[in-house]
């Protein structure tokens, strides 16, 4: 019996010694990080195939759309407006009254119902709940 444990230890220290092996490889190659050539700024998806995507490719930046049979070039923009889209985005916009002038998120969250021993965890209900909430959110047709 304990000869079968040692020979587990020692094959998930091997399998663990070839994927460190494997990913020290692939960083050396260049594969799986990010080259610093094109950054994905922002996506947002149109429908259930086609989404626009802002990109910046060697310090351009670019709005295309793309579907499942093609990419197209909608815009480019300035770095400068992106900077301040970004920025109007992070904080929300406040009106001449002092309240805020963006309608309210479309979606709510969840809040989840259990703060127990199993709270956030597989077995907790709240879980569940929220899980098919998001479910029924990502597939209903706006």
């Known amino acids: 019996m304990s000869w079968m444990i040692v020979r587990l230890v020692l094959s ?19 594969l799986g990080g990010p ?13 259930r195939a086609s989404s626009v995507s802002v990109l910046r490719v ?20 300035e770095d400068e407006e992106l900077q301040a889209a970004l920025a109007a985005q992070a904080r929300p916009a ?7 002038t963006e309608l309210p998120a479309a979606r709510v969250p969840v809040p ?6 199993l709270a956030g965890s597989v077995l907790d209900r709240g879980t569940w709940t929220s899980v098919v909430h998001e479910l ?4 209903v047709r706006r």
């Open 12 to 30: 998930l220290v091997f399998v663990a010694a070839v994927l460190l092996f494997a990913s020290k490889v692939a960083k050396k190659r260049g």
């Open 136 to 139: 029924r959110e990502r597939t």
């Open 58 to 77: 060697a310090g351009r930046v670019l709005v295309v759309g793309s579907t499942e049979e093609q990419v197209t070039l909608l815009a480019e923009v």
């Open 35 to 47: 080259t610093g050539v094109i950054e994905v700024v922002a996506r947002q998806r149109m429908g």
């Open 112 to 117: 989840r119902a259990g703060s127990g021993a």
């Open 94 to 100: 406040v009106g001449a009254n002092g309240e805020t």
